[in-house]
């Protein structure tokens, strides 16, 4: 279950993806099968090419592209989502969800 984004966050988000662009976007999430994990960052691009390569520059295997409703993205979560954020100069969107 997503929550805690703006419909506008979202919407800008899946524009991204669609343009082929690498787009990120952080929300609070709950997952009994991840506790303890209580934001998720996805990282979509529609330019499967170029999302595999931005996994692979993070050693993330493509078999973790999730194919959903035509934005594929990877999930990013714990320690890998902050030390990702931190390298792209994101991790304003993981901060405003632990004030």
Same mark, same amino acid.
């Not at 993806?17 to 979509?44: Q, S």
């Not at 996994?55 to 979560?77: C, R, T, V």
């Given at each position: 279950?997503?929550?805690?984004?703006?419909?506008?966050?979202?919407?800008?988000?899946?524009?991204?993806? /669609? &343009?082929?662009?690498?787009?990120?976007?952080?929300? !609070? %999430?709950?997952? /009994? &099968?991840?506790?303890?994990? *209580? *934001?998720? =960052? +996805?990282?979509?691009?529609?330019?499967?090419?170029?999302?595999?390569? %931005?996994? /692979?520059? !993070?050693?993330?295997?493509? +078999?973790?592209?999730?194919?959903?409703?035509? !934005?594929?993205?990877?999930?990013?979560?714990?320690?890998?989502? =902050?030390?990702?954020? *931190?390298? /792209?100069?994101?991790?304003?969107?993981?901060? &405003?969800? &632990? +004030?």
């Amino acid at each position: 279950m997503a929550f805690g984004i703006k419909r506008k966050e979202l919407q800008e988000w899946k524009e991204k993806v /669609e &343009r082929g662009e690498i787009a990120f976007l952080t929300h !609070y %999430w709950i997952d /009994e &099968r991840f506790p303890g994990m *209580t *934001t998720v =960052t +996805k990282v979509g691009c529609a330019d499967i090419e170029k999302l595999m390569k %931005w996994g /692979e520059k !993070y050693s993330i295997p493509s +078999k973790y592209i999730h194919h959903q409703a035509g !934005y594929p993205h990877f999930d990013l979560f714990g320690e890998k989502q =902050t030390a990702i954020l *931190t390298s /792209e100069n994101l991790l304003h969107q993981l901060e &405003r969800f &632990r +004030k």
